[in-house]
């Protein structure tokens, strides 16, 4: 479509646009008005219906007690006679003690009759309405009732109608096609009125497939009667007919008045193509000659300047193509050569801020622990809250940085106007431009550099890479967005390589049946923790732990059971110790724990807790895979016998605290186990602070780390396994 066209169909959606709604919304205000008037209408006829009833109710009560006043049945006859004559009730029938029937008035209308009181038959055609009163003797004594009863007959219901202004029918029961006994209805509409009417419930209003309003009065207390109330619908056609010719004149007018404007505006835009034309060529040198003052004039201006600042532009990216190349190789060597996670982040950040012109820039790794993004390093940003990069906290969804983590899509544009809002771990500044990157998953390698937009789909998100602010105040492009994404690709093989790294260092420092630190990682920690308590003098208690008589275990149910044991008796060892302890598997049915700031006393306590905790519930050996049976295969009672040994009581050196804890385990097996003892108090050598090489040392919370120095020799997380020591016969 033109731009004629464009501007033509643009005018008549402004102008007729608000017409055809306001035609539509005059046109829907009147069916709602009349749609309220007849439900209005009907509500009215419900309540006149009511009072009518109930006014026909008290005058057969007034007749009924009349002749219930009589003294004897002469009188009774009598009365009856006058109450008919005046037209207070069609028949009286008075009946005695017994049911039977004393006195009935002649024409009187068959059974059953609705009874003002409520209740009757639904499904037999009321036939009158009666009301019954007690017939009582002298001495207030019931010999009888007496009934007033009127006839239901076409009168009756055209009364109702003329009272109300409604069409009635008098229902046998339930309203359904044929049940109506009277009606004032059209035939051709009453069978669509008691089908609409026989889906209604309490004061609910209806309509019917031709538009009729329906509503169902009773049968209910004081009005016994099933009555069906319906109205035709009443819609003003003329003001339809009005409304459409009026809609039908805007239109004409509206397009009449765009034709001109549409034609005065694009025939200088018209010539304004002609040169950008010749421009768009390739000569950036031609200039489009400004003829008029207006918005057209200031375009032209625009776009020779355009062209001027292109050629600039040109030869800037020149220059920074060659910075790029010369930042990614940086980047390439360090990626090959460190496992140091913050200095690949670092040379990540500070080329991704050259390659796209940034002032200033954040990179945030996920903690998977708590969701929350964690800051690592950052450039240019003054207004960061706290000291350092590790200040900011994230959480996932929470302002921009929070948002892209959350939904894994890239989010551009300018604070004050694109949103989301600010979480205040943003800084000041104008525009961003954020990318997740994740860690490649196993739908293959991460993408190539050509194509960042579409990272591999089982990836999942492990940081974000933000930039703020390009110098020149420009926005950021797809061109700046295209080239983050290749940098986050670098970001996540990055962090996927080093947690790679520690995974397999970590792995190799611990048990795969007990999740448990093994004798590798048991020497190192030992002789860390008495060289930090010699250099601090404090104290270390040591606990080796011995299952009793595992050999049984093994013969008896196998070494599958003997595995879930020494899994479970693993649990309960973490159950039991602090989160500053350290529990190793030294090697079979031998495990060590490591108490840093412990004493004697406190290792005992450990030790009992340890030993009640295994003594008092027995293992659960669950039954084979594939069994049909439920139940576990057996429940073993395990006991533990327990050496201590505490520095610098019972020695002063790591092997000395291990082979001291060992004796006393040795002396708690030869006690008759199921017990623990603490080492023999031996000589008391002097505690000399020992030289720790720099290299050597570990960090506070005992784990190793990826990208440490190897320990001294004879020892240290990097040094080769050692084989567990024998047991003595246990």
Known sequence: ?????????????????????????????????????????????????????????????????????????????????????????????????????????????????????????????????????????????????????????????????????????????????????????????????????????????????????????????????????????????????????????????????????????????????????????????????????????????????????????????????????????????????????????QVILQTALVATGARAGLLLLLDPDNGTLVGQCAEGLDGLPGADPGAVRVPLGYGVLGTVAATGEPLRGRIDRDGPPRSGYEPNCRTYVAVPFAAPGSAGPPPHPADPLNPPPAAATVGVLVLYDRHGSDDFDDTDLVTLRSFACHAAVAVDNVRVHEEAQRLSLTDPLTGLWNYRYLKESVRREVERASRFGRMISLLVLDLDRFKEVNDTYGHAAGDVVLTEFARRIRGVIREVDLAFRQGGEEFVLLLPETDARGAVTVAERLGAAVRDTPIVIPAPPGSVSVAPRALVPVTVSIGIAVYPQHATTAARMLDAA???????????????????????????????????????????????????????????PHPPRQGRGR
């Open 1 to 345: 479509m033109t731009l004629r066209g464009r501007l033509t169909t643009a005018f008549l959606a402004v102008v007729l646009g608000p017409v055809l709604l306001g035609a539509f919304f005059a046109g829907g205000t009147v069916a709602v008005v009349n749609d309220h008037r007849s439900r209005e209408r009907l509500d009215l006829a419900a309540t006149t219906v009511r009072t009518s009833v109930s006014a026909l109710c008290q005058q057969l009560y007034a007749a009924a007690d009349a002749v219930a006043v009589a003294v004897d049945p002469a009188g009774r006859t009598a009365t009856a006679r006058q109450v008919i004559a005046r037209g207070l009730a069609a028949s009286i029938r008075v009946t005695d003690s017994t049911g039977g029937t004393t006195l009935l008035t002649p024409a009187a209308p068959p059974a059953p009759w609705a009874d003002c009181a409520g209740g009757h038959p639904v499904s037999a055609p009321v036939q009158a309405l009666a009301v019954r009163v007690e017939l009582r003797d002298p001495a207030g004594g019931s010999i009888g009732t007496v009934s007033a009863a009127q006839q239901l007959d076409p009168g009756f219901v055209s009364r109702l109608a003329a009272a109300t202004g409604t069409d009635v029918t008098l229902c046998r029961g339930e309203p359904a096609p044929g049940t109506a006994m009277q009606s004032t209805e059209p035939r051709a509409s009453r069978d669509a009125v008691l089908v609409a009417a026989r889906g209604l419930d309490g004061d609910a209003v209806g309509e019917t497939d031709g538009g009729r309003y329906v509503r169902r009065v009773g049968p209910s207390p004081g009005q016994p009667l099933p009555l069906v109330l319906s109205v035709p619908p009443n819609p003003p056609q003329e003001i339809y007919a009005i409304l459409a010719g009026a809609v039908l004149l805007a239109g004409l007018l509206a397009v009449l008045a765009a034709w001109r404007l549409a034609r005065s505006t694009t025939r200088p835009l018209t010539e304004l193509a002609s040169a950008v034309d010749r421009v768009a060529d390739g000569d950036l040198t031609a200039r489009v000659p400004v003829n008029r003052p207006d918005e057209v004039g200031r375009l032209a201006r625009t776009f020779n300047r355009m062209t001027r600042e292109t050629q600039s532009y040109v030869h800037a990216l020149t220059t920074s193509r060659d910075q790029l190349r010369g930042h990614l190789a940086l980047l390439g060597d360090t990626l090959a050569s460190t496992h140091d996670l913050n200095r690949i982040l």
């Open 662 to 720: 060992d004796d006393a385990l040795y002396a708690a097996k030869a006690g008759g186990r199921d017990t623990h003892r603490v080492a023999a108090a031996g000589d008391h050598p002097v505690v000399q602070e020992m030289p720790v090489p720099a290299g050597a040392a570990t960090p506070d919370d005992g784990l190793p780390r990826a990208g440490g120095h190897p320990g001294p020799a004879g020892g240290g997380a990097s040094s080769g």
